[in-house]
């Protein structure tokens, strides 16, 4: 059986898609980016929009009763890879070892610099 996980404290998004969708023991969240809880656009440096981006992603793992130290698998995609070393030192700051798995990409967005999409998963 699969729930959704929602939370007012990230992007309530703009599309027909969750937020997250619980499934067993596990969490799969939607592409975040930097918009606040009502949906907005916040832009800013590549430093700012990485941590309003996390943030949500933190406030969704919540929501769904998991921690950061949850997060097994994350997807990554940057409006430019040139911003690839000032992303990670935000980034790295809100996960601990071992850091989940990843992949990173330039990819074409529309605004933005930074879209987060994870997948959480609770084994014990």
Do not use: H, W
């Amino acid at each position: 059986m699969r729930r959704a996980v929602n939370t007012k404290d990230a992007s309530i998004g703009s599309g027909p898609y969750s937020q997250g969708v619980a499934v067993g023991n596990m969490v799969f969240i939607s592409g975040q980016g930097p918009l606040d809880a009502a949906g907005n656009i916040v832009s800013g440096t590549i430093e700012a929009e990485t941590k309003l981006t996390m943030d949500n992603i933190q406030a969704i793992v919540e929501a769904g009763g998991y921690t950061m130290d949850d997060v097994v698998k994350v997807g990554v995609y940057l409006a430019s890879l040139a911003d690839f070393d000032r992303f990670n030192a935000v980034y790295q700051t809100y996960f601990n070892s071992p850091l989940p798995a990843r992949t990173c990409v330039e990819a074409g967005l529309d605004g933005i610099k930074v879209e987060i999409d994870a997948i959480v998963c609770k084994t014990e």
